[in-house]
């Protein structure tokens, strides 16, 4: 069974900084991609910034030179630097990654349980 498991939410002040961490776990193969996705109260679930194995990058517009997305491979974990944090933000986040996994011929798309960010003074 594959997991994967979010940590490093909370409250900040606008302006602040927090970092997020994304660990997987479980009869891994290979993680190909792996992303942080937000869902604010009232929206759909939106893409925030991407990481492919080899560390090429994608990121929402709306976060584009505040956020930044690393990844360890080793450690199997993915990471969100955020920076500057608006209110806007205030979300919870989620971590995705796409798993190649022993006895599967093809990857699976798994999704963390979220961790809350609220930016609030």
């Known amino acids: 069974q594959v997991q994967l498991v979010e940590s490093g939410g909370g409250l900040v002040q606008p302006g602040g900084s927090l970092r997020l961490s994304c660990a997987a776990s479980?009869?891994?193969?290979?993680?190909?991609?792996m992303g942080w996705y937000q869902e604010a109260p009232g929206k759909e679930r939106e893409l925030v910034a991407t990481i492919t194995p080899r560390g090429s990058t994608n990121y929402a517009d709306s976060v584009r030179g505040r956020f930044t997305i690393s990844r360890d491979n080793a450690k199997k974990m993915v990471y969100l630097q955020m920076n500057s944090l608006k209110p806007e933000d205030t979300a919870v986040y989620y971590c995705?990654?796409?798993?190649?996994?022993?006895?599967?011929?093809?990857?699976?798309?798994?999704w963390g349980q979220g961790t809350q960010v609220t930016v609030s003074s």
């Open positions: 479980g009869r891994i193969f290979s993680i190909n991609a």
């Open positions: 995705n990654a796409e798993i190649d996994q022993y006895g599967f011929r093809r990857p699976v798309v798994y």
